[in-house]
T-cell receptor, first 112, second 114 residues
């Protein structure tokens, strides 16, 4: 069965700092990869997705992620965070049968 | 489109009572997912449907939980009898057909069992 691991449970950083969140998955077949964001009290929203092609994908709000197939990783990055980026971030893997499995999430707190 | 619609947004019930959560997926989406989110366990996939047929219910915690999808525009998740440990936010999500695994989430139902 597929699984998704997010290395950091909590991240605290100051505004303008750079952010990188790790995500690794285990699955032997073809995958689609996603990062979702959940702002406090809200539902999950898609930040970016990778289906095929260029392994460096850009999403909304200045976020980007890089798919490294050999490492089974899909790390999320943002060069300069803002206070409004305070949220929980979820990595997800879509596999055969359209099954979507999420990682445990990383809570990010950006201090003003 | 209004997106995935869930009702109710909040539910408070007493232990032992039956609880029914409702979901209307985005029109035209073939897949519907039910997730549960708790602090301890994160976001868990409970069950998902394809064209109204349950595909994988291995995440359903126990027999007290059941889910149905009588038609393409409606699904329910029922807990009977409810227990305090069922308290969580339950999300419904839908996605387009095979190969389009991006899921769109509803606002969630916050369930509190006292």
């Amino acid at each position: 069965a597929q699984s998704v691991s997010q290395h950091n449970h909590h991240v605290i950083l100051s505004e303008a700092a750079s952010l990188e969140l790790g995500c690794n998955y285990s699955y032997g077949g073809t995958v689609n990869l996603f990062w979702y964001v959940q702002y406090p009290g809200q539902h999950l929203q898609l930040l970016l997705k990778y289906f095929s092609g260029d392994p460096l994908v850009k999403g909304i709000k200045g976020f980007e992620a890089e798919f490294i197939k050999s490492k089974f990783s899909f790390n999320l990055r943002k060069p300069s965070v803002q206070w409004s980026d305070t949220a929980e971030y979820f990595c997800a893997v879509g596999t055969a049968g359209n099954k979507l499995t999420f990682g445990g999430g990383t809570r990010v707190l950006v201090k003003p | 489109d209004a997106g995935v619609i869930q009702s109710p947004r909040h539910e408070v019930t007493e232990m032992g009572q039956e609880v029914t959560l409702r979901c209307k997926p985005i029109s035209g989406h073939d897949y519907l997912f039910w997730y549960r989110q708790t602090m301890m366990r994160g976001l868990e996939l409970l069950i998902y449907f394809n064209n109204n047929v349950p595909i994988d219910d291995s995440g359903m915690p126990e027999d007290r939980f059941s889910a149905k999808m009588p038609n393409a525009s409606f699904s329910t998740l029922k807990i009977q009898p409810s227990e305090p440990r069922d308290s969580a936010v339950y999300f419904c999500a839908s996605s387009l057909g095979v190969g389009y695994t991006e899921a769109f989430f509803g606002q969630g139902t916050r369930l509190t069992v006292v």
